[in-house]
């Protein structure tokens, strides 16, 4: 009953203002190593006080995600009433929880509270290396915390932890005497955990309060913003879409007035120099192999293409606050749930288009295509935090919610989106007629070769976001908060922009050759921008990050591969339709027999 009251009255107070002497929860949260992010085990599983009866509360989807195991703890603290160094328990530490506690200061783990919304760290304990001959190692365990909280009116700005002027409780190994504590001989140790409350006025209103937690550095700061080095990207950028436009359209004049004459005895040299892009028009239309495959690539594509457009629209109007903990992770997988219909519609449409035959199998496959590599990864991932004790790995509930997501709305959405979409699709809307026996493709260049547009077309747009990669690295690998949506949004559209103009360019390149073989090549030359990222977070892991361990490793290099499938997909998509565009745009323009 008493627990009740309590939660009530700090449930009213966080919706309400407090009260003098109105109770506030703490809720202890998590701990792990202060280099590995993603590698968190609940407080509790450290030989801490606790209650007898540990609550826990009710999180979202988002916090789950993001491994918050809150928990109820023995810390009392009244609104604006200050503590003195009250006793929250005493413990008997056998040699075995001591030891654990020397491999977890020795691991640099730091703990995670939470005070009306408010994170708070601070570190498990204290480690000290000094000397080289002789060498000392000292290993402390802080038993007192100063809890600094600043207030304004009746809301709870900040709240922070201070072992300032503490001295903290040396864990030597087999420990036998007590020092700050106990000794009970044979290697255990008793300890007294205190704490105490400190309230300070604060002029910065409740509605600005997420700037105080961004402004705190308890973590390294890495987010600092060089601006010159953005603006330096932009200008890159957009002189290298000049460029390619310019010179594409000269070209582009220059061919049709050679294509577009009206003597006959003109199209004698169609076959010569680099621009025989006009006597392939029979074959540039031919429909390309592995239509499902290809429609399934387009549709989830422009599935992640609008996800991510909605992420950065949501962002810009203020609806992820650094407080809603795991609000982007719970509005990504709705989001991903209702777009699927999108890329159910988009290649079932695309594909009823070029006369495919298996539309069922076409809907499995674009429903598989991301959601199976997914399901391995996550599978794996989540077993080793399993296996390792970590808040990471999911709980069978949220789990069963996920699956069930998949099944009851994402899935028959794709299923709704395909069926529709095959439906209302047109006509293909061929320039050109398609002749029945295909043209022999003459020996291409080493310079036009596959791999060498992969090169150029996936650089390129990597080059345009490589600066701005390092600060959402940083984010996602890191603790940092990201707040630079509207600049997120500027990359966003140059990178599409590039994305779109490169695939053109190389498309040309190719057709110029007499290659009519442009709609796989359209989707792997800008797709490959996935590649690039994938080897710059292992750089990034290697020489960016201080990051180790299985744990760690695994949902790094895990979730990282699926990073680079979702812009393989997503840029794939884009440059394909640009490609097609601009096919289309270049065969109507020629005045054909």
Known sequence: MLHCILVLSSFLGLILGYKQGDNLTLYVNKVGPYHNPQETYHYYTLPVCRPEKVHHKSLSLGEVLDGDRMAESLYHIRFRENVEKKTLCQLILSEKQVDQLREAIEELYYFEFVLDDIPIWGFVGYIEESGFLPHSHKVGLWTHLDFNIEYNGNSVIFANVSVKDVKPVPLEEGVGAAVGGVGLGGGSLTVTHTYSVHWFDSSLPHARRAERLRDYSFFPKTLEIHWLSIINSLVLV???????????????????????VEEEGACDDLDQGDNGWK????????FPPYKSLLCAVLGVGAQFLTLATGIIVMALLGMFNVHHHGAINSAAIVLYALTSCVSGYVSGSFYTQISGQRWVWNIILTSSLFSAPLFLTWSIVNSIHWWSGSTQALPATTVLLLLGAWMLVGF???????????????????????????RQIPTQPWYKHTAVHMSIGGFLPFSAISVELYYIFATVWGREHYTLYGILLCVFAILLSVGACISVALTYFLLSGEDYRWWWRSVLSTGSTGLFIFVYSVFYYRNRSSMS?????????GYSL??????????GSVSFW???AFIRYIYRSLKMD
Do not use: W
């Open 549 to 557: 361990g299985l744990v760690q490793t695994t949902e790094f290099f």
């Open 578 to 580: 640009a490609s097609l």
């Open 238 to 260: 957009v002189l290298l879409l000049g460029f390619v436009i310019i010179i594409l359209m000269r070209v582009l004049k220059n061919d049709f007035a050679r294509y577009n």
């Open 562 to 571: 699926l990073t680079a499938l979702v812009f393989s997909l997503m840029l």
């Open 412 to 438: 028959p959405l794709t299923v709704i989106g395909g069926i529709v979409g095959k439906n209302r699709a047109g006509s293909f809307q061929a320039p050109c007629r398609t002749r029945n026996i295909p």
């Open 279 to 286: 006597i392939i028009h029979t074959d540039v239309f031919r």
